[in-house]
């Protein structure tokens, strides 16, 4: 099946500094991905959907100041996670739409500390 | 995309089958079911979908109900790794949208 990877898969970052988390379609291209969150025991939750060339679309209750996405080529967005907070700590997980499916990335777990 | 139940967690024997249910009772007519799983600190998993007919692939089988409101993963022989939370998800194939993850069921396979 097709490849999403995710860089970096784990980080640690101290309060108000701001990580930068890289979702890669391998071997096809995504006019669309997806961004999840998911926190301990829960289930994914939706965050934003990044559309290639185009900005991106954020569910209700997610800041799009805060959580910075850009999806600057057919096979690459990322999530930039600015001034975090120790309630931002997570799970991260990207998705990218291939033609009739959707694959994701491994996840990123981010700790700030 | 219509709303799916899945039960909130099952043990399985480790060799054994294990079957994974999933009810779908509002399913439309062009949309497909589709399985996907996660182990602890993973991505999900692709394993399997189906729109009406029965179907197998090296992972699994999906039996899928005549009135298609519900269907069920077979794992014919489970092993520890399997040990996963599993979602199954309905949505028309070729959406653009996301996928919608419910609560899963989180299949637990012991020695």
């Known amino acids: 099946g097709a490849v999403v990877s995710q860089h970096p898969s784990r980080v640690i970052c101290k309060s108000g500094t701001s990580v930068k988390i890289e979702c890669r379609s391998l071997?096809?291209?995504?006019?669309?991905m997806f961004w999840y969150r998911q926190f301990p025991k829960q289930s994914l939750m939706l965050m934003a959907t990044?559309?290639?060339?185009?900005?991106?679309?954020?569910e209700q209750g997610v800041e799009k100041d805060k959580f910075l996405i850009n999806h600057a080529s057919l096979t690459l967005s990322t999530l930039t996670v600015t001034s975090a907070h120790p309630e931002d700590s997570s799970f991260y997980i990207c998705?990218?739409?291939?033609?009739?499916?959707?694959?994701f990335g491994p996840g990123t777990r981010l700790t700030v500390t | 995309d219509a709303k799916t139940t899945q039960p909130p967690s099952m043990d399985c024997a480790e060799g054994r089958a294990a079957n994974l249910p999933c009810n779908h009772s509002t399913i439309s007519g062009n949309e497909y079911v589709y399985w996907y799983r996660q182990i602890h600190s993973q991505g999900p998993q692709y394993i399997i979908h189906?729109?009406?007919n029965n179907e197998t692939n090296e992972m699994a089988s999906l039996i899928i109900t005549e009135d298609r409101k519900s269907s069920t993963l077979i794992l014919p022989h489970a092993t520890l790794r399997d040990t996963a939370v599993y979602y199954c998800?309905?949505?028309?194939?070729?959406?653009?949208?996301?996928?919608?993850f419910g609560k899963g069921t989180k299949l637990s396979v012991k020695p």
């Open positions: 998800i309905v949505r028309v194939r070729g959406s653009q949208g996301n996928l919608i």
């Open positions: 998705s990218a739409h291939a033609p009739h499916e959707q694959y």
């Open positions: 071997d096809f291209q995504a006019t669309t």
């Open positions: 990044s559309n290639e060339g185009s900005k991106a679309t954020y």
């Open positions: 189906g729109l009406k």
